[in-house]
């Protein structure tokens, strides 16, 4: 199992001196890396889709970028970042990418799942790489503006040119990840790791916090202190199990009603036998096959959800709490 991690000194940003980084899609990841690397010293350019359908062109030209088609611009590239929706990525890379990758560029990405799942397959005189600030795009950015950097991952699947793990390090650097530090994995590992994330830590906090909410405004509680307790009581007690750790927090920090509250209730919650049959399913390729399938048929499961959530009783008590009491 890899567990090396780079910091800044370990890291020579001068690999990328006399290259050219094209930046695949100007969206959440796209703009905030592609400012943060030319920050850096790095020459950056954007590929970007149709003009008259999409946004990135005009608004990587505003940021003073030069913006080519995703053809030319890896025509033109060293190293192509691809910072696409992972289900846009396959055909994009069939139409634009693949036939115009110079042999010895190195292409990037920032999620391993269409290369584990055979969507993508790289030719065989390119590197493959990876890498990924593990943060939305604007706390990438934010966190570079303030002098410090979100810790990321990289890997290597195919190695070339004997240096792409020098590369790969040089794009994190420039995005300043590892100002904090980035650790070696396997696009296997993080790829599944961030599927099962989402699904389970993400998916599953959310469905709690809908869930207490829930449970305390059908017993009578008033809807405002019920969204209080099942978001605002979570968002600030996370930063400091953060910061000092978990056990740190329930010993020295919390109450002793809360340190046995967690201890004796907390487990009951969590359904293991449910968790881990989602990672069965995450390693078996089930939920890529899925979501690719969603993604495919227009999405209609999520438009239905979105448009379901939207108008749920949480989401307008949430609008009206943020009004009132904001950022508080």
Same mark, same amino acid.
């Given at each position: 199992?890899?567990?090396?991690?780079?910091?800044? *000194?370990?890291? =020579?940003?001068?690999?990328?001196?006399?290259? %050219?980084?094209?930046?695949?899609?100007?969206?959440?990841?796209?703009?905030?890396?592609?400012?943060?690397?030319?920050?850096?010293? #790095?020459?950056?350019?954007?590929?970007?889709?149709?003009? @008259?359908?999409?946004?990135?062109?005009?608004?990587?030209?505003?940021?003073?970028?030069?913006?080519? @088609? /995703? &053809?030319? &611009?890896?025509?033109?590239?060293?190293?192509?970042?691809?910072?696409?929706? @992972?289900?846009?990525?396959?055909? #994009?890379?069939?139409?634009?990418?693949?036939?115009?990758?110079?042999?010895?560029?190195?292409?990037? /990405?920032?999620?391993?799942?269409?290369?584990?799942?055979? &969507?993508?397959?790289?030719?065989?005189?390119?590197?493959?790489?990876?890498?990924?600030?593990?943060?939305?795009?604007?706390?990438?950015? *934010?966190?570079?503006?303030?002098?410090?950097?979100?810790?990321?991952? %990289?890997?290597?699947?195919?190695?070339?040119?004997?240096?792409?793990?020098?590369? %790969?390090?040089?794009?994190?650097?420039?995005?300043?990840?590892?100002? #904090?530090?980035?650790?070696?994995?396997? /696009?296997?590992?993080?790829?599944?790791? =961030?599927?099962?994330? *989402?699904?389970?830590?993400?998916?599953?906090?959310?469905?709690?916090?809908?869930? %207490?909410?829930?449970?305390?405004?059908?017993?009578?509680?008033?809807?405002?202190?019920?969204?209080?307790?099942?978001? $605002?009581?979570?968002?600030?007690?996370?930063?400091?199990? @953060?910061?000092?750790?978990?056990?740190?927090?329930?010993?020295?920090?919390?109450?002793?009603?809360? *340190? /046995?509250?967690?201890?004796?209730?907390?487990?009951?919650?969590?359904?293991? &036998?449910?968790?881990?049959?989602?990672?069965?399913?995450?390693?078996?390729?089930?939920?890529?096959?899925?979501?690719?399938?969603?993604?495919?048929?227009?999405?209609?499961?999520?438009? $239905?959800?979105?448009?379901?959530?939207?108008?749920?009783?949480?989401?307008?008590?949430?609008?009206?709490?943020?009004?009132?009491?904001?950022?508080?």
């Amino acid at each position: 199992m890899l567990n090396q991690v780079y910091r800044d *000194e370990d890291v =020579d940003l001068s690999v990328l001196k006399n290259k %050219v980084v094209a930046i695949l899609g100007y969206g959440i990841q796209g703009r905030p890396q592609a400012l943060c690397m030319r920050d850096s010293g #790095v020459k950056v350019i954007i590929g970007a889709g149709a003009r @008259d359908q999409f946004p990135d062109w005009d608004a990587a030209e505003q940021d003073g970028f030069e913006v080519y @088609d /995703f &053809a030319e &611009a890896t025509r033109r590239a060293d190293v192509i970042h691809v910072l696409l929706a @992972d289900p846009a990525q396959p055909s #994009v890379y069939k139409e634009s990418i693949h036939k115009n990758l110079k042999s010895g560029s190195t292409l990037s /990405f920032a999620h391993g799942f269409n290369v584990l799942y055979g &969507a993508i397959q790289p030719p065989k005189d390119v590197n493959v790489v990876l890498f990924v600030p593990n943060a939305p795009g604007h706390l990438v950015r *934010e966190k570079y503006l303030a002098g410090s950097g979100i810790y990321g991952a %990289v890997a290597v699947d195919q190695d070339v040119t004997g240096d792409a793990m020098k590369i %790969v390090l040089a794009l994190a650097k420039a995005v300043g990840s590892t100002r #904090v530090g980035v650790v070696e994995v396997e /696009f296997d590992s993080e790829t599944e790791g =961030d599927n099962f994330e *989402e699904q389970v830590l993400y998916g599953g906090t959310i469905a709690l916090m809908r869930a %207490v909410f829930d449970v305390m405004v059908q017993n009578g509680y008033p809807p405002y202190f019920a969204y209080a307790k099942s978001i $605002r009581s979570l968002r600030s007690v996370i930063d400091v199990m @953060d910061e000092i750790g978990i056990e740190a927090y329930i010993s020295e920090r919390s109450s002793r009603t809360c *340190e /046995f509250a967690v201890r004796m209730s907390g487990p009951r919650v969590i359904n293991r &036998a449910e968790i881990e049959k989602i990672f069965e399913e995450t390693i078996r390729g089930d939920f890529a096959a899925a979501w690719m399938t969603e993604w495919q048929l227009g999405m209609f499961h999520l438009h $239905r959800m979105r448009r379901t959530w939207k108008k749920s009783l949480m989401e307008k008590v949430g609008h009206e709490w943020r009004k009132l009491f904001g950022g508080g």
